[in-house]
């Protein structure tokens, strides 16, 4: 699994120093795709299929530019000065996999949108921290949602993080909130579970909505700039081991 997060941390790393005005989404994938394809490993979003959508997940990249959330379909336009684009990568590697997101800047962006960044970025590292063994999800969902609700922000509910191994999407649920009406769900971390981390903040209100009729990209009901950060870490004895980095 590290093999496969570093190849990931890898690819997101290079696509970060695409990053500026002029450049598309699909130069983004097709630059992921030609890594995915020289390490012999595999895209894991292309194909996926949802009950919502109109046709499988096209491409390697989740590319969300602005109110979109998730999954956004990489496309030929160009991105522009002041931009956001969240860029999602998963592979299988070896037959393990890896997932990771960051939200990108396209050249200068506004204040207000720079602090979503920075407070999305953090509720991540935040979380990340408090992660070890015989730690309820629940405490940690609890503090991602009050970090990004203390900054105005909201967390978004339909979306969630993940148990990630041999398959991209493995129990349990990982949420970024606490549900009071539904504790069941709630687990205690355990040395060796691995789990996509990767909270989803809307600059406005949490409610998403479908953004066109393909059923893919998942867009702020409001419109307002949406980020999302993730990492693949592992559980250990002695905390946290994120396997998503270079
Ligand atoms: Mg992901
Ligand atoms: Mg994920």
Redo the contacts with the bound molecule.
Sequence with gaps: MRLAGALVARILARIAEMARPGVTTADMNAVAEEMIAKAGAQALFRGVKTRQAKFPFPAALCTSVNEVVVHGIPSTRRLEEGDIVSV?C?VRLNGYCG???VTLRIGQVSHGVQRLLSVTQDALELAIGLIRPKTWWSDVAGRIQAHVEAAGFSVVREFVGHGIGREMHEEPKVPNYIDPRDRRQDFMLRSGMVL?V?PMVNMGAAAVVYGDATGWPVVTQDGSPAAHF?HTVAVTDGGVDILTLV
Excluded: F, L
């Design positions: 999602d998963g997932d990771s997101a996509a990767e993730e």
